[in-house]
């Protein structure tokens, strides 16, 4: 099981994401070469936070009124 968030397919930030992570997780292809597993974790929470169309939450775009 893994708890990494799927990129959706043909989005390019996810597919940008989903590329760099793989870097910082194995090191190779980072510019000192080691690992950075909280810059890998930074690429999954913006895979699963950035929007998509349709959106995956289904809650309103704009915030509830504030009535005082």
Do not use: F
């Amino acid at each position: 099981m893994t708890l990494e968030p799927a990129p959706v397919e043909g989005c390019k930030v996810c597919a940008h994401c989903a590329n760099w992570r793989r870097a910082y997780r194995t090191g190779v292809g980072t510019s000192d070469g080691y690992a950075n597993l909280s810059a890998a974790s930074d690429c999954n929470m913006e895979i699963r936070n950035h929007p998509h169309q349709p959106r995956k939450v289904a809650l309103p775009i704009r915030p509830p009124a504030v009535t005082a």
